[in-house]
């Protein structure tokens, strides 16, 4: 069965950097997009970042372009969240996701597994 599980989350002050982690498993992981995206409490999940199958093509929301940088190793079936200059608004739980197809999507309705999260909190 499909898993997808979420590391490198953590509680860092304002300006730190994470890279998020995501380990994939139960399918062809070099024929899909990959997707992460955050929700923090009381929020709906947002769309953060994505990247299609051989990684040639990223999409970034623009709260985080700029600071972040999605890639992935197809070798291996992982993507990765890198993290830089956090700020406190950063602090959410961050989910990975697969997509349904090959092109990054930037909606939580192409993505049909999900994580179980990793938390990320920023202290300012």
């Known amino acids: 069965q499909v898993q997808l599980v979420e590391s490198g989350g953590g509680l860092v002050q304002a300006g730190a950097s994470l890279r998020l982690s995501c380990a994939a498993s139960?399918?062809?992981?070099?024929?899909?997009?990959m997707g992460w995206f955050r929700q923090a409490p009381g929020k709906e999940r947002e769309f953060v970042a994505a990247?299609?199958?051989?990684?040639?093509?990223?999409y970034y929301a623009d709260s985080v372009k700029g600071r972040f940088t999605i890639s992935r190793d197809n070798a291996k079936n992982m993507v990765y969240l890198q993290m830089n200059s956090l700020k406190p608004e950063d602090s959410a739980v961050y989910y990975c996701?697969?997509?349904?197809?090959?092109?990054?999507?930037?909606?939580?309705?192409?993505?049909?597994?999900w994580g179980q999260g990793t938390q990320v909190t920023v202290s300012s």
């Open positions: 996701a697969k997509g349904t197809q090959i092109s990054p999507a930037t909606v939580v309705g192409a993505y049909d597994y």
């Open positions: 990247i299609s199958w051989r990684g040639g093509s990223t």
């Open positions: 139960g399918f062809t992981f070099s024929r899909y997009g």
